[in-house]
């Protein structure tokens, strides 16, 4: 977008709900605030393209429905997502825009935004909400680790029902049971310990693994040459649905800059179509 193409902010925030807003681009809706979410307003360019504008969190990552009509806080129909994952790695600043395209004359369309934002002070999240931008995999045999979209109107047969967090989690083989003699890592990008004295990540798993035999999931911090500073967490059996796991970093990884490695391996007997492992929403927080 160019800098300056845009008038003044033309449309006030309307409501706010948990993290959703509505705005209208053919006219306002009354808004019913909800005290917290996303401050957004639209404006409109002199092609009579709307901008759809947000405070983002910078890191943070949206999904923008739209839909043709809209009679209250209760009404979730018709929706349809019109941007997912924007910006993909995450935004850069303060302040988002999109370009909706060129407003009705006639017809009011309406939107609404949903963030997938880091904590204040967190030193990496990671929700998948932009397709697992920056994460690496390698697989030598077997299953892969993959980011994919759950589709909320077509029901998982296999896997969890539906991600820890919005539209997105990464798995082994997604939507797939996981196959025998499967070795597949998962790599985040660097996280910076520089000037750390401690560390706790937290994140969400979701387990359906052969237990007892040699299938398993382990995850290990290495450093920035890929050398293992230490595996901190094993993955094994069935879980109660998205269960939370909260572990310290080790000492040995203040100070570094650093990668979280999920490794899968599963052996070669019939796992008996069990799904695999899945993780999303991940936060590293310093030490108070
Ligand atoms: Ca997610």
């Not at 943070?60 to 997502?81: C, K, N, P, V």
């Not at 896997?159 to 939507?175: H, K």
């Not at 899945?278 to 310093?286: G, K, S």
Request: charged share 15%; hydrophobic share 45%; glycine share 14%.
């Amino acid at each position: 977008m160019t800098a300056g193409a845009d008038p003044a902010k033309v449309a006030k925030p309307l409501f706010t709900k948990a993290g959703w807003i509505l705005l209208a681009t053919g006219c306002l809706v009354a808004g019913f605030a909800r005290g917290q979410g996303i401050r957004a307003w639209m404006t409109f360019r002199a092609d009579d393209h709307a901008i759809l504008r947000w405070e983002s969190v910078p890191g943070g990552i949206y999904h923008i429905e739209r839909s043709g009509g809209f009679t209250g806080a209760g009404d979730l129909a018709g929706w349809e997502y019109d941007f997912l994952g924007f910006p993909p790695t995450g935004a850069a600043g303060s302040e988002s825009s999109i370009d909706l395209g060129e407003r009705s004359a006639v017809t009011p369309v309406f939107y609404r935004l949903h963030g997938y934002e880091p904590p204040a002070g967190s030193l990496f999240y990671e929700s998948f909400e932009g397709g697992g931008a920056g994460w690496t995999r390698f697989t030598s045999a077997g299953s892969a680790w993959s980011t994919a979209m759950w589709d909320p109107s077509c029901p998982m047969t296999i896997g969890p029902e539906s991600p820890r967090s919005g539209l997105f989690a990464a798995g082994t083989d997604v939507f797939a049971a996981y196959a025998p003699d499967t070795t597949a890592r998962f790599e985040s990008p660097l996280i910076d310990l520089a000037g750390q004295t401690g560390a706790t990540l937290t994140f969400w798993e979701w387990r359906e693994i052969e237990e007892g035999f040699g299938d398993l999931g382990v995850l290990g911090v290495f450093d920035g040459a890929g050398n293992l500073v230490e595996n901190i967490h094993l993955a094994d059996g069935v879980s109660a649905g998205w269960t939370e796991v909260t572990v310290p970093l080790p000492a040995a990884a203040m100070g570094l800059q650093v990668r979280l490695r999920f490794t899968f391996l599963s052996d070669g007997a019939n796992a008996s179509d069990m799904a695999g492992w899945y993780i999303d929403d991940l936060c590293v927080m310093p030490a108070p």
